[in-house]
C-alpha cells in the first residue's frame, strides 16, 4: 500500500504491518455479549443465551432515547461489562445518516473528531452507563481499586461501544474501572484518523485489547466512507467465508486499514445487508434473539 504525505510517498511494507496475535479473549463469548443486548425477556431483562447464564449477571438494561445499554457482571473472570445495542431496524441510521464529524474533545484531543450521530447516541446513555457501573462495582468487586471492564457491541452499538472506550481510556467517566477489552461487530467508521491515532495510542499504553470483527460484504464496515475523511481503528479480525467462523487477523494500523481484508470488497462488493446480520455463524440484531 501507498501512503501520501507532504509532497513525498512512503511506501508502507506488509513487514511494517505485521498482523497482531490472535485476540486473548473468546470473540464468540464476545459476540453473544453484545446479541444479548438485542433481547428482552421482560421489560428490563435480557433474554441471555444458555452460553451465558451461569456466569452473566445483568444489573441494569438502560434504555434512552430508542437507544440501549445492557450493564452488569461476569463471574467467569470477575469483570464488569456493558453491551450495546445497534437500532431494532438497522437500515435506519445508515439510510439517514448525513455522517458530519464533530470535536467534541478538550485539550489534548481538540483535534479528534468523530461522526455527531453516534457521539449523541453514546451521550443519551453514558451518565445512566455510568451510575449503573457504579452500582454493579459497589455489589460484586466494591475492594478492588481498578475493577476489569469490557464494551461490547454490534452495528452502530458497536461504534457506541468503541466511544465509551475511549471516554475509559481518557479517565475521569468510567472511574474504579481498568479497560481489558474492547470487541465489535459491524461496526461503521467511528471518527477521523485523528481519532484512530489517538485511540490507538490510549489503548496501547493501556495494553487492553481492540477488536472490530468484519464479515465478507457487510456493508456497515465501510461508512462513513475513507473519502469523507474517516479511519477504523484497529485490529480488525475478518470473516472471509460467509458461513464459516474462521478469521484472518489483518495487518491494519492506526494509520491504515488492511485492503486485503474487508477493504478487499470496496468499492463495487461492500453492498451485504445479510453478511452485516450474521456473524460467525450466528444471526444478529433482533432476528438473532429466537435462536437464543
Known amino acids: 500500500c501507498v501512503i501520501r504525505a507532504a509532497g513525498a510517498i512512503a511506501v508502507e511494507t506488509a513487514t511494517e504491518r505485521a498482523p497482531p496475535p490472535p485476540p486473548t479473549y473468546n470473540l464468540t463469548r464476545a459476540l453473544?455479549?453484545?446479541?444479548?443486548?438485542?433481547?428482552?425477556?421482560t421489560e428490563d431483562q435480557p433474554l441471555l443465551?444458555?452460553?451465558?447464564?451461569?456466569?452473566?449477571?445483568?444489573?441494569?438494561?438502560?434504555?434512552?432515547?430508542?437507544?440501549?445499554?445492557?450493564?452488569?457482571?461476569?463471574?467467569s473472570d470477575?469483570?464488569?461489562?456493558?453491551?450495546?445495542?445497534?437500532?431494532?431496524?438497522?437500515?435506519n441510521w445508515w439510510q439517514d445518516a448525513k455522517f458530519v464529524k464533530i470535536r467534541p474533545y478538550a485539550k489534548p484531543y481538540t483535534e479528534v473528531a468523530?461522526?455527531?450521530?453516534?457521539?449523541?447516541?453514546?451521550?443519551?446513555l453514558k451518565a445512566d452507563v455510568v451510575k449503573a457501573l457504579v452500582k454493579a462495582k459497589a455489589k460484586f468487586d466494591p475492594t478492588t481499586s481498578l475493577t476489569p471492564i469490557r464494551f461490547y457491541g454490534h452495528s452502530a452499538g458497536g461504534a457506541v461501544a468503541v466511544l465509551a472506550a475511549f471516554d475509559q481510556?481518557?479517565?475521569?467517566?468510567?472511574?474504579?474501572?481498568?479497560?481489558?477489552?474492547?470487541?465489535?461487530?459491524?461496526?461503521?467508521?467511528v471518527g477521523s484518523a485523528s481519532f484512530a491515532k489517538a485511540f490507538s495510542s490510549l489503548i496501547d499504553d493501556s495494553k487492553a485489547e481492540n477488536w472490530r470483527v468484519t464479515h465478507r460484504d457487510d456493508l456497515v464496515p465501510h461508512l462513513p466512507e475513507e473519502a469523507l475523511g474517516y479511519l477504523h481503528?484497529?485490529?480488525?479480525?475478518?470473516?472471509?467465508?460467509?458461513?464459516?467462523?474462521?478469521?484472518?487477523?489483518?495487518?491494519?494500523?492506526?494509520?491504515?486499514?488492511?485492503?486485503?481484508?474487508s477493504n478487499s470488497c470496496y468499492p463495487l462488493g461492500c453492498t451485504s445487508v445479510v453478511d452485516h446480520l450474521s456473524y460467525l455463524g450466528l444471526v444478529q440484531g433482533i432476528g438473532g434473539c429466537i435462536e437464543l
Do not use: M
Open 32 to 41: 453473544l455479549l453484545a446479541e444479548a443486548s438485542y433481547c428482552t425477556a
Open 49 to 75: 443465551p444458555a452460553e451465558l447464564r451461569k456466569t452473566i449477571i445483568v444489573t441494569k438494561v438502560v434504555d434512552n432515547h430508542a437507544t440501549r445499554a445492557v450493564v452488569g457482571w461476569d463471574a
Open 78 to 91: 470477575r469483570s464488569l461489562f456493558v453491551s450495546f445495542r445497534g437500532t431494532e431496524n438497522d437500515r
Open 114 to 124: 468523530v461522526e455527531r450521530g453516534f457521539w449523541r447516541w453514546y451521550n443519551f
Open 169 to 189: 481510556l481518557r479517565g475521569s467517566v468510567y472511574n474504579g474501572t481498568r479497560l481489558v477489552g474492547s470487541y465489535t461487530f459491524g461496526c461503521p467508521r
Open 233 to 261: 481503528t484497529p485490529h480488525e479480525a475478518y470473516q472471509k467465508d460467509e458461513v464459516k467462523p474462521d478469521l484472518i487477523y489483518c495487518a491494519d494500523s492506526a494509520t491504515k486499514e488492511d485492503d486485503s481484508c
